[in-house]
């Protein structure tokens, strides 16, 4: 990692972690700036986790990017928009709405319905203002 940085000193570094959390503190300890996480991972618990390593360390806490489960977002099999609302609202609330990046537990695969993507990134917005206005 440190000759990435000295070469891209600017650049956001993030690093995805599969099916666990352990490895996930060791991670932001080497520099990386984003934490990626799966839809196994529990988010209370990866939150406090890199808290405490990055204050133990004395960096900043990487920031973290996941987990909303895209099967709620399937064409066929997704679920309705007031099931995706209330999944968004408590992924925010797990993690809080300030240093996430609102991201699925894994990628798009082409079977998602367009119209519920929308409303879940409209509701990643709306939720996310009303959360941070709120001083949650």
């Known amino acids: 990692m440190s000759g990435l940085s000295k070469r891209a000193s600017n650049a956001t570094k993030g690093a995805l972690s599969l099916r666990g959390l352990f490895?996930?503190?060791?991670?932001?300890?080497?520099?990386?700036?984003?934490?990626?996480?799966?839809?196994?991972?529990?988010?209370?618990?990866?939150?406090?986790?890199?808290?405490?390593?990055?204050?133990?360390?004395?960096?900043?806490?990487?920031?973290?990017?996941?987990?909303?489960?895209?099967?709620?977002?399937?064409?066929?099999?997704?679920?309705?928009?007031?099931?995706?609302?209330?999944?968004?609202?408590?992924?925010?609330?797990?993690?809080?709405?300030?240093g996430l990046i609102a991201n699925l537990g894994s990628g798009l695969m082409g079977k998602e319905d367009p119209a519920r993507v929308t409303h879940f990134i409209d509701e990643v917005h709306a939720i996310s203002k009303e959360l941070i206005a709120a001083g949650k």
Do not use: H, W
């Open 23 to 98: 490895e996930n503190d060791c991670t932001q300890a080497a520099g990386y700036d984003v934490v990626t996480i799966d839809t196994v991972a529990d988010r209370k618990e990866m939150r406090a986790m890199l808290a405490a390593e990055s204050k133990k360390l004395g960096i900043p806490t990487a920031r973290l990017q996941g987990n909303f489960d895209p099967a709620l977002l399937q064409l066929e099999t997704g679920g309705t928009n007031a099931e995706i609302s209330a999944a968004t609202r408590q992924m925010l609330i797990d993690f809080g709405p300030q």
